[in-house]
């Protein structure tokens, strides 16, 4: 079912969902969407340079009416989205009696909403074809537990929860609804409000805290997206895999 | 040629995993006790032994025998299990041994038996096989689930100890199969029946174990060590 399927990617620009593009794109006309709209046209240029097809959309995920809009010109410019990984996110660290309201909301309609919305918009495509697999981009923290993290977090095991909801309310149309669940990966979000300096000791200090003792790549993480998205696991539904290093084993 | 291991490789999921290695271009090393359905196969990449996993001897002595011949032991499933249903009460000491030492220490047994080898290598990987029984329980099934819920538990311990030498080691647990192994304590109906409170509507099939079990033992999961993947249709999501 998967393969050659329209796949839509939220969050491509950067990071997993720019990795993972480039991974699907050797097997699927790759939807390159972003907030970000020239990072997502720069990822889709490194596809059409690879040989594969893609189109880039800006989309923000948190936003019903831009969700509605990247939609429709889905429908008009390339037809129905069978595969997605919906992958937007961002990092914000504070401690919660610091977290300004509007930090807090933020994550939680990127998040929490913005999967939401993606979910909504592509399931009748799926519904329509009796066949299709979500991945959400959850994390090791919908699970386990850091301190300084308590919207990330809560965000992340909405989305868990929200993954494990639809997976049963769809599966009878043979769509299949997973989550992945990353430990610490080598991206971005990692550098976002530190120093080169602080970055590094970050990243230095995380690997070292896992068995594994050494970050994730995003191509690893876009891997195990393969298994889940493609029919290797025609069996599996409502679940959550960790690409995590050892971080988190439950 | 790199080796793969597959203990219960007679039947159910082990067998059918070891097809699907032998289709790959692995040397495959299968053990069982008795070669089941695989009695009659002609590969020249297949070894049978007839190797009962609580024998740690016969274990060593069938990796040292394809480590010769294939010099690398990619990695090891272990599939390797019984289930006998009996009401709790009735459970007899023998019985409880009987699942503990196949199943529990078997596959304790089948790891150290190959990660000498791994070690020396510096790779690996291990694909433990518990079952959906370990986190749900199951009527009449005290003492399978306490072996699955220990597989899980020993799977991520060796996990640990080993995750910075570069040997992975996961675990796979499937809901209800479409093996030899139900059908010891169910009719082909009940077997089947059971699909109508599974979400994605149908009982697994030893393919889908099949599959997972590939992914983990293959380089697409060099991230994921110590984790359970859960395939059972949808059933029972926590």
Not at chain 1, 119 to 133: E, F, K, S
Not at chain 1, 168 to 194: C, Q
Not at chain 2, 38 to 64: K, P, Q, S, Y
Request: include cysteine.
């Amino acid at each position: 079912m998967a393969d050659n399927a329209n796949l839509l990617i939220t969050g491509a620009a950067s990071g997993i969902g720019r990795a993972s593009a480039l991974r699907l794109a050797k097997t699927h006309h790759v939807i390159v969407a972003d907030r970000d709209g020239d990072g997502a046209r720069t990822v889709a240029s490194e596809i059409a340079a690879a040989g594969g097809s893609a189109t880039a959309i800006e989309v923000d995920v948190s936003d019903g009416a831009s969700v509605h809009e990247m939609k429709t010109q889905i429908d008009t410019d390339i037809g129905p989205v069978l595969s997605a990984f919906f992958a937007a996110g961002i990092y914000i660290r504070g401690v919660t009696g610091d977290i300004p309201e509007a930090d807090w909301d933020r994550m939680i309609d990127i998040h929490v909403k913005g999967t939401f919305l993606c979910c909504q918009a592509v399931l009748p495509d799926m519904i329509g074809a009796n066949t299709g697999a979500i991945v959400n981009m959850s994390s090791d923290f919908a699970v386990m537990a850091v301190p300084g993290a308590a919207a990330y977090m809560a965000s992340k095991s909405a989305i868990y929860s929200l993954t494990k909801s639809i997976a049963i309310e769809f599966a009878a149309h043979n769509i299949r609804i997973n989550a992945l669940g990353p430990g610490p990966i080598d991206t971005p979000i990692l550098k976002s409000g530190r120093t080169e300096a602080e970055y590094e000791k970050a990243r230095d200090t995380l690997a070292n805290s896992l068995p594994i003792g050494r970050l994730g790549q995003p191509e690893e993480v876009a891997a195990v997206l393969d298994f889940l998205l493609s029919d290797r696991s025609a069996y599996m539904t409502g679940q959550i895999i960790h690409p995590n290093g050892g971080q988190l084993m439950w | 040629m790199e080796t793969m291991i597959v203990t219960g490789a007679g039947s159910g999921i082990g067998h059918a995993l070891t097809r699907r290695l032998l289709a790959e271009n692995y040397h495959v090393s299968a053990w069982d006790t008795d070669p089941g359905d695989l009695a009659g196969t002609n590969d020249d990449n297949l070894d049978f032994c007839e190797i009962d996993v609580r024998d740690a001897n016969a274990m060593a002595a069938a990796v040292a025998q394809a480590e010769e011949k294939t010099g690398k032991i990619a990695g090891l499933a272990t599939c390797a299990a019984i289930y006998r249903a009996t009401p709790f009460l009735e459970l007899t000491e023998d019985d409880w041994d009987a699942h503990l030492s196949v199943n529990l220490k078997g596959t304790m047994l089948s790891c150290q038996a190959v990660l000498p080898t791994m070690l020396e290598q510096k790779s690996g990987s291990i694909v433990l096989f518990s079952s959906s029984i370990a986190r749900r329980g199951a009527p009449q099934s005290a003492a399978y689930a306490a072996t699955k819920g220990g597989v899980l538990g020993l799977g991520r311990a060796i996990a640990l100890d080993h995750a910075r030498v570069g040997i992975r080691a996961n675990i796979v647990s499937p809901g209800i199969t479409d093996t030899p192994q139900p059908r010891g304590n169910l009719t082909e109906d009940d077997m089947y029946g059971r699909a109508k409170n599974i979400p994605l509507g149908r009982i697994g099939q030893p393919q889908d174990m099949v599959e997972t079990a590939l992914f983990l033992l293959s380089d697409d999961a060099s991230f994921v060590t110590g984790q359970d993947l859960r395939v059972n249709g949808g059933a029972g999501l926590f």
